[in-house]
């Protein structure tokens, strides 16, 4: 029984039906979306009523969060990926964690300026060292560390085993940061949609902000695929079925 | 190649340096900011440092505001419905500064007791709705209050 | 934005906070189209360099072959 279900794993999780596949799935979720996005976009900018409080400025919110999200889930993703790597040696989940880290540092990056560009005119500043932002910088600093040693280290299974170590140590940060904005007195105001009472803001934004994270969502799945495939082709370089597809192409 | 690799390694015990100092540059980050701000109930137990710069977060008490009609100085009186303490600052407020407001100030205590601020941000909840639903929302609010202060009333 | 007749040049205002939000979704839509280019262009260059050491090898083969 174990048996079979590794060998199925083995199978599934081989870099070249991988390939094959994702070139089918990709698609499936590039187009979804783009009509996703499109769709909680408009919703966003057309249809959603002004704030209460915050007037237009809080329009933001609907690439900000969703950005903020991604930044959390691409991370544990990549953690998730490199302890599978690392403890059952497949290599196609390396690749994996290999191609998620710039996606989630460019989505944590959008995260901090957008939310910067938020609170000065709210808050009256760019940045403040509170709990909520030091830890999401953290984030930021803990992806770039994982895309270095990728690069620096030139044996690749040494540059997984010390870049997959450093997304695992680093996983301590994403409870932090999901959790500062009630462990500690924070600028930052505490959480809108993800807490057990019902959201805390109106229905008419609330499906906009949900849309354009499912959008982001479905776009890092495509993303991801297209840059595990370009790793794929990167570490089986000198394998047959590598070279013989690449002349086709 | 040895010079390549000796690069590379240099690299790498570069990088793992970066970590640790952005690491321990933000616990130590943390560890000033763990309280990122006192109440006012704090402050008057003498929980904030008393030499030097601190930041207080409450709410603008409501018809506290006092702006002079010539300079930038405003005086509030801000409270964490507890305690509250009068605050002074000079400049331009963020735009959702307002009374019943919450916000953070930064500055020091003066002899007289006041808190003067060196800059002042808003803290906003983490609601969202139309206008119109906050108001809705506030008068269903106001409704409920007249029929608990008239039940108060009434014992 | 609801009531009022939906005016192109208000909705660009956005309150006063044109700067603001116009950057933050600008800034979006570039880090979101870097996302596309970066990989696909990485690929053509992955799939290059494997070709010029394809051919690198064969040459080299073909030398071998010669001097035999």
Do not use: C
Not at chain 1, 166 to 192: D, F
Not at chain 2, 6 to 19: D, Q, T, Y
Not at chain 2, 59 to 85: H, I, P, W, Y
Not at chain 3, 34 to 59: C, D, F, G, T, Y
């Amino acid at each position: 029984m174990f048996r079979a279900i590794w060998a199925w794993i083995q199978k599934f999780s081989s870099p070249k039906y991988f390939f094959e596949m994702s070139a089918r799935l990709i698609p499936w979720f590039a187009i979804p979306a783009a009509l996703v996005g499109a769709y909680g976009l408009y919703l966003g900018l057309f249809v959603a009523p002004t704030d209460y409080q915050q007037g237009e400025s809080y329009r933001i919110i609907f690439i900000h969060v969703p950005a903020a999200w991604m930044s959390l889930f691409i991370y544990v993703v990549m953690a998730v990926s490199a302890a599978i790597g690392l403890i059952w040696q497949i290599r196609l989940a390396d690749m994996i964690a290999a191609a998620s880290a710039p996606i989630g540092a460019s989505f944590t990056f959008l995260a901090l300026v957008t939310g910067s560009l938020w609170g000065k005119p709210m808050w009256g500043t760019y940045w403040v060292w509170d709990a909520r932002l030091t830890s999401e910088l953290i984030l930021l600093f803990l992806y770039f560390g994982y895309m270095a040693l990728q690069s620096a280290i030139e044996d690749q299974r040494t540059a997984d085993k010390a870049s997959g170590l450093l997304a695992i140590v680093g996983v301590v940060n994403i409870p932090i940061i999901h959790y500062s904005v009630e462990w500690w007195n924070t600028l930052h105001q505490g959480a809108t949609v993800a807490k057990l009472d019902k959201p805390s803001i109106d229905i008419s934004m609330l499906i906009p902000l949900l849309l354009m994270a499912l959008a982001f969502k479905l776009f890092y799945a495509a993303v991801v695929l297209v840059r595990a495939r370009n790793e794929v082709l990167l570490r089986d370089r000198s394998r047959r079925w590598v070279r013989e597809l690449i002349e086709k192409l | 190649m040895s010079t390549k690799r000796g690069r590379r390694k240099m690299l790498v015990i570069l990088v793992l340096f970066g970590v640790a100092v952005a690491t321990v540059l933000g616990l130590s980050a943390f560890e000033e900011n763990l309280l990122y701000f006192y109440s006012p109930t704090q402050v008057k137990a003498g929980e904030a440092p008393k030499t030097r710069a601190f930041r207080v977060g409450g709410l603008v008490v409501k018809g506290s505001v006092v702006r002079a009609s010539d300079t930038l100085n405003v005086q509030f009186v801000l409270t964490d419905n507890t305690e509250s303490m009068p605050v002074s600052y000079s400049g331009i407020l963020p735009d959702l500064f307002r009374e019943g407001q919450g916000i953070v100030a930064m500055g020091t205590m003066n002899v007289a007791g006041q808190f003067v601020a060196s800059e002042v941000l808003a803290k906003h909840d983490e609601n969202y709705m139309p206008p119109e639903v906050a108001a809705a929302l506030k008068a269903t609010e106001d409704k409920a209050k007249q029929v608990g202060s008239a039940n108060t009333n009434t014992l | 934005m609801s009531g009022t007749e939906f005016n192109w040049s208000t909705f660009f205002a956005m309150g006063g906070y044109a700067v603001f939000v116009w950057t933050s979704y600008g800034l979006t839509a570039v880090i979101l189209a870097l996302n596309v280019i970066l990989p696909l262009r990485q690929r053509k260059h992955i799939i290059r360099r494997v070709k010029r050491a394809v051919r690198r090898e064969q040459l080299r083969a073909e030398n071998k072959q010669v001097t035999l």
